[in-house]
């Protein structure tokens, strides 16, 4: 069965202090895609990136960046000198590669409340 | 491009009554929805996964007679949650799997049910 764990499950920061959010997840495929997410008060998931399993290049996108670490099975997101607009719900998800009619599905982790305050 | 619509964004009903909600693909074909459910604080889980054309494929715990998935075309799925209750009341949201590159899933706004 597959698992996703964010065990931090609120995180409060002061703006432009750099913050991490933890994710652990648990597969037993050997090709998975893993997925990080903001929910906003709004509600609506905002796609903030997917990495393949075979992929463990770290990636940054401004603010942002990721590691992957396969040997511990971990997928952290960094957000440097966060920002009050950062303020959201933050969600690691894994997908599997495994076929049948459920194929695709998401496994969220229980979402990390992220508050960064002025 | 890769746009999912989600009607309506927030309903209210009573209890006993049934609620549809429609979830479309805008400008892209889905060969499969999935529908998941968010209680407030908490994760998103998954209810359902409906693929065009074929029954819908339903989660351990969650009762299909009491959420009817139809997936009638690449374009539309709806959810509809039958003889409402209090606790049905949560936020749901659906996503989409487009089918040329099978692995990307755009997700809908959601919708706020709330049973009175």
């Known amino acids: 069965a597959q698992k996703v764990t964010q065990a931090q499950t609120e995180i409060s920061v002061v703006e432009k202090e750099d913050v991490t959010l933890d994710c652990v997840y648990e597969t037993r495929d050997t090709t998975y895609y893993l997925f990080w997410y903001k929910q906003p008060p709004s509600g609506e998931l905002v796609f903030l990136i997917r990495r393949n399993s075979f992929d463990e290049q770290n990636e940054i996108s401004g603010r942002y960046s990721w590691n992957f670490q396969k040997s511990t099975s971990s997928f952290n997101f960094t957000i440097t000198a966060s920002q009050v607009v950062d303020s959201a719900v933050y969600f690691c998800a894994l997908r599997d590669n495994a076929g049948g009619t459920s194929y695709g599905k998401l496994t969220f982790g229980q979402g990390t409340i992220l508050t960064v305050h002025p | 491009g890769a746009v999912v619509s989600q009607h309506p964004s927030r309903v209210i009903c009573k209890s006993g009554t049934s609620v549809k909600i429609e979830c479309r693909s805008l400008d892209f074909q889905a060969t499969t929805m999935f529908w998941y459910r968010q209680f407030p604080k908490q994760s998103l889980m998954l209810m359902a996964t409906?693929?065009?054309?074929?029954?819908?494929?339903?989660e351990q715990g969650v009762e299909k007679d009491k959420f009817l998935i139809n997936h009638a075309s690449l374009t539309l799925s709806t959810l509809t949650v039958t003889s409402a209750h209090p606790e049905d009341s949560s936020f749901y949201i659906c996503s989409a799997r487009e089918v040329i590159t099978a692995y990307e899933q755009y997700f809908g706004p959601g919708t706020r049910l709330t049973v009175t």
């Open positions: 409906s693929n065009e054309g074929s029954k819908a494929t339903y």
